[in-house]
């Protein structure tokens, strides 16, 4: 199964950008999908945003218009660029990736300070 590490979180103030990153173990080229969830204290976990093999993308409208999701296949590595990031996008942020089945990434932090 493919291994998924996500780096990029951190404390960042309202306003503020970060960019996320997914690297996985192998080649990302052949899985259908490759996205971001999030999941928040007390709350459900969210998608944010994925983007499949032939590069469309999709958003939670909660996002649209300050997130851009992309992936490098030469990197085997998927971006989660946030920018105008709000009090609410607090969250552990965790990439996924599909092929047949799901695989999953540790999480990584994200904290927005009002």
């Known amino acids: 199964q493919v291994q998924l590490v996500e780096s990029g979180g951190g404390l960042v103030q309202a306003g503020g950008s970060l960019r996320l990153s997914c690297a996985a173990s192998?080649?990302?080229?052949?899985?259908?999908?490759m996205g971001w969830y999030r999941q928040a204290p007390g709350k459900q976990r969210e998608l944010v945003a994925f983007?499949?093999?032939?590069?469309?993308?999709n958003y939670a409208d909660s996002v649209e218009g300050r997130f851009t999701i992309s992936r490098d296949n030469a990197k085997n590595t998927v971006y989660l660029q946030m920018n105008g990031l709000k009090p609410e996008d607090t969250a552990v942020y965790y990439c996924?990736?599909?092929?047949?089945?799901?695989?999953w990434g540790q999480g990584t932090q994200v904290t927005v300070s009002s």
């Open positions: 983007i499949m093999n032939g590069g469309s993308t």
């Open positions: 996924y990736a599909v092929r047949g089945t799901v695989s």
């Open positions: 192998e080649s990302i080229f052949g899985f259908n999908a």
